[in-house]
Structures are given as structure tokens and as C-alpha cells.
């Protein structure tokens, strides 16, 4: 069983939906959570860390549901620019290496 | 500031041939990451560095898979005897440090095929 597994989709919503993604991790020794976005053919980067109290940046917000190893991130007011691959990660403590998703695809259209 | 970098961008090799790859971190990044992905699949780690040394090689796939790090700045990957299988892109991050909440910066990554 992977470590942290996602809904791949593709998930299509029109502009200004509401969209969200869930994720699951497997170690429940895990220390810290985050959301990466992933562009076409470019390189992973940070969108969000995911805190116990849930927080909320702008139009995303995350939370962490640590009895259940759940991870969510609720996207409000969905643009065009938000197409892209959402990755959930987890890291088991420092001095690891991050533990990556594959990825859910979300396509907004006009 | 300038951010994580690596060559070359594409690499084109025939199947057995040896492969180099190259990161230049983040300046005073003392931590360093390399990770794979190929078609369809997630990142996979590959090999972490603190400064020169790497506490963690679990994710090299085989022993024809390599790292090193001098001066604790620039890092090589090499791939010796390249397969098919190797084709993927190589993705290097690196981090202030290693700390539970510290970010990774990712280069845009060497996209290798081997034929």
C-alpha cells in the first residue's frame, strides 16, 4: 500500500466552483503535511502547509485530521489559473525526505 | 534570489551508457534532495544530503544509481549502465535545513530518455 494515496481524477469544475481533494497517509508516525502544486511539465512547488488547527490561505484552505490520516484542501472561487496537479505530501520527521501523492489533476474551465 | 538549478535540462542517452546530473542548490541550503518521476507515477525519493554526507540513500533503486555532494553546494547523480526503466525526470530540492516545517525548493529537473 502506497504511503499516501489520492483521488487522481482529473477533477473539471467550472470557474468559480468549489472543489475539494482528499488524502490519506499510511504512517501514523508522520510529523508534518503539506500541498505542492505541479504545472504541466514543470517542477513541484510548495502551495500550503497543513496544520492540526486547519488553515487557510486566500481561496485554500487545508486541514489535517491526524486520528484519521486525512488530509484535505478546499479550493472556493476556482480560476482559471488554478489548473494544475495538487500534490499531498507528508514527512515522517526532520532529517527525512518528503513522501509524495500522485497527484490530483484539476482542470478549470471557462 | 536565484533559485535550484540543474543540467542539463534534457538528456538523450543510448541504453548502457553512463549519465551525470548536475544541481546547484540554493545558496546555504544545507540540505539537498534528489527525487525521480516518471510517467504516471508520483515523486520518488531518491537520496538526501546533509551538507556532504547523505544519512539517507534508501531510495536508490539500484547500485548502479549514485550521488555525491561537494562543498556542500553542488550535487551529481550518476546513472551507470542506463536502462530503459532509468528514463524519467530527476528532480533535485533543496531546504535551509532539514526541520520538520522546512520548505523544499525543486529545480525544474533533467528530463533523461534512454533509448
Known amino acids: 500500500r502506497k504511503e499516501v494515496e489520492q483521488d487522481p481524477g482529473p477533477f473539471n469544475v467550472p470557474e468559480g466552483a468549489t472543489v475539494a481533494f482528499n488524502c490519506t497517509y499510511s504512517?501514523?508516525?508522520?510529523?508534518?503535511f503539506f500541498w505542492y502544486r505541479q504545472d504541466c511539465r514543470k517542477e513541484p512547488k510548495l502551495l500550503m502547509s497543513v496544520y492540526s488547527s486547519g488553515n487557510e490561505d486566500g481561496r485554500f484552505t487545508a486541514q489535517l485530521n491526524r486520528a484519521s490520516q486525512y488530509i484535505s484542501l478546499l479550493i472556493r472561487d476556482s480560476k482559471l489559473s488554478d489548473s494544475a496537479t495538487y500534490l499531498c505530501?507528508?514527512?515522517?520527521?526532520?532529517?527525512?525526505?518528503?513522501?509524495f501523492g500522485k497527484g490530483t489533476s484539476l482542470l478549470v474551465t471557462p | 534570489g536565484a533559485g535550484v538549478s540543474q543540467s542539463p535540462s534534457n538528456k538523450v542517452t543510448e541504453k548502457g551508457k553512463d549519465v551525470e546530473l548536475r544541481c546547484d542548490p540554493i545558496?546555504?541550503?544545507?540540505?539537498l534532495y534528489w527525487y525521480r518521476q516518471s510517467l504516471g507515477q508520483g515523486l520518488e525519493f531518491l537520496i538526501y544530503?546533509?551538507?556532504?554526507?547523505?544519512?539517507?540513500k534508501s531510495g536508490l533503486p539500484s547500485d548502479r544509481f549514485s550521488a555525491e555532494r561537494t562543498g556542500g553546494s553542488v550535487s551529481t547523480l550518476t546513472i551507470q549502465r542506463t536502462q530503459q526503466e532509468d528514463s524519467a525526470v530527476y528532480l533535485c530540492?533543496?531546504?535551509?535545513?532539514?526541520?520538520?516545517?522546512?520548505?523544499?525548493?525543486f529545480g525544474p529537473g533533467t528530463r533523461l530518455l534512454v533509448l
Open positions: 505530501v507528508v514527512k515522517k520527521r526532520a532529517g527525512y525526505a518528503l513522501n
Open positions: 530540492a533543496s531546504s535551509l535545513g532539514a526541520g520538520t516545517q522546512e520548505t523544499q525548493y
Open positions: 504512517n501514523s508516525a508522520s510529523q508534518s
Open positions: 544530503f546533509q551538507g556532504n554526507s547523505a544519512p539517507d
Open positions: 545558496s546555504g541550503h544545507t540540505a
